[in-house]
């Protein structure tokens, strides 16, 4: 049973496309967190949502949109794809509370060509 | 404001050998800490964690951390490295008070295990 788990794994595209990633966890967590990780490994995060409610939301174009239908779902939309979006986007959840860890997906690489 | 820094960007060891990784942490807060791992085209898994009850922290597949508040470091370390190791490792802090996880990466060390 995969714990978080994120659709597509790789994504190759067009610039100026609309594209959606998927993620969904069974852990029963409160928090979910979109990462973004660039070509030099580095991750930061991009938006955090607990029970379906925004609580992070970094300095993120506005072409990204998260939504969350319900706690164990977390969906990326990115609206007019850039060169520069492509990198590889990490779903994540855990329990409420900061000192709790991140369960991780296995990445979507997104590729904007 | 919190901040990580992990001090090496490469790491390379022989097999058999000791394996340090360092890291450096700055918190306004007493902090959890963790250190995760990577294995190429693979998503994070956690390695361990710190979250103020003992200072040295057992991990998964032989790896511990120390935590040192007078040094604010949590270095990993592991008495023989296998080839398996050969990952790319991030040491992490979050705010323990904070509602959520505020998970704040390093830049990652990639560890490079040779026979």
């Known amino acids: 049973d995969t714990a978080v788990s994120q659709t597509p794994k790789y994504l190759v595209t067009q610039m100026g496309n609309d594209k959606s990633i998927k993620c969904e966890q069974n852990l029963g967590h409160d928090t979910m967190y979109w990462y973004k990780q660039d070509s030099k490994k580095f991750l930061k995060i991009m938006f955090s949502?607990?029970?379906?409610?925004?609580?992070i939301n970094e300095t993120v174009p506005n072409r990204f949109s998260p939504k969350s239908p319900d706690k164990a779902h977390l969906n990326l939309h990115i609206n007019s794809l850039e060169l520069g979006d492509s990198a590889v986007y990490f779903c994540?959840?855990?329990?409420?509370?900061?000192?709790?860890?991140?369960?991780f997906g296995q990445g979507t690489r997104l590729t904007v060509v | 404001a919190q901040s990580v820094t992990q001090l090496d960007s490469h790491v390379s060891v022989s097999e058999g050998t000791p394996v340090l990784l360092r890291c450096n942490y700055s918190s306004s807060y007493s902090p959890s800490l963790f250190w995760y791992v990577q294995h190429p085209n693979k998503g994070l898994q956690l390695l361990l964690k710190?979250?103020?009850?003992?200072?040295l922290v057992k991990g998964i597949n032989g790896f511990e951390a120390e935590f040192k508040k007078s040094e604010t470091s949590f270095h990993l370390t592991k008495p023989s490295a296998h080839m398996s190791d050969a990952a790319e490792y991030f040491c992490v802090v979050s705010l323990p008070n904070s509602g959520y996880s505020t998970l704040t990466f390093g830049k990652g060390t990639m560890l490079l295990v040779s026979p």
């Open positions: 710190y979250t103020s009850a003992a200072t």
């Open positions: 994540a959840s855990s329990q409420a509370g900061g000192s709790q860890e991140a369960f």
């Open positions: 949502y607990n029970n379906k409610e925004l609580i």
